[in-house]
């Protein structure tokens, strides 16, 4: 694909909607429409060559056999998803202050252990650019409510064969999908 430009199409307080043209191997004109955290894209460099906006948060409890999920009312889907805490990166924060801070606000909980943390990745590529960071690890303590009033948040400990009953009744984010079934599976 030959990149031709970026049109900022419309400004939001949290993203920004873009139209990027490029044309195709046949030579012809492809306008594709995306958001970003960025407000202010103008290369095709900045698309992917960026900080992470945000950190994903892979927790277990101490002995292994528990995996934390959070059942989320998200509104761009009106009804509740099962997903990992995640969050922003605030403004001048590491992403491992980020991921303690998101890890208490919404569960309570305490990061007590860093067992990985894996490279960026893409949150919704088919319309986005933002990207993230997971860090894996345990986590302990007493689960408390979110301490966002615009955050709807039950979290909880599951045990694999918990995690294998949801992942066939259950909404779930897709990256947290793909590793529950995998972990599940052990």
């Given at each position: 694909m030959e990149f031709n430009g970026i049109e900022k199409k419309e400004e939001g307080k949290y993203i920004t909607r873009y139209?990027?043209?490029?044309?195709?191997?046949?030579?012809k004109k492809k306008v594709y429409e995306m958001i970003s955290r960025n407000h202010n894209l103008t290369t095709r460099e900045e698309l992917s060559q960026h900080p992470a906006d945000s950190v994903v948060l892979i927790m277990h409890d101490e002995t292994g056999e528990k995996l934390l999920l959070?059942?989320?009312?998200?509104m761009a889907c009106g009804d509740f998803v099962f997903n990992f805490p995640a969050g922003l990166i605030d403004?001048?924060?590491?992403?491992?202050?980020?991921?303690?801070?998101?890890?208490k606000e919404e569960t309570g909980l305490d990061l007590v252990r860093i067992d990985d943390i894996?490279?960026?990745?893409?949150?919704?590529?088919?319309?986005s650019n933002e990207k993230n960071v997971c860090v894996v690890g345990v986590a302990e303590g007493e689960f408390s409510p979110s301490t966002s009033t615009v955050?709807?948040?039950?979290?909880?400990?599951?045990?694999?064969?918990?995690?294998r009953n949801l992942l066939k009744t259950s909404y779930f984010a897709a990256r947290t999908q793909s590793y529950c079934y995998l972990w599940s599976k052990e």
């Open positions: 139209d990027i043209t490029y044309t195709t191997a046949d030579h959070n059942r989320e009312f998200r403004p001048g924060e590491e992403f491992m202050e980020s991921a303690r801070r998101e890890l894996l490279g960026e990745s893409f949150s919704a590529i088919g319309f955050e709807e948040i039950e979290a909880r400990w599951y045990t694999k064969s918990e995690v």
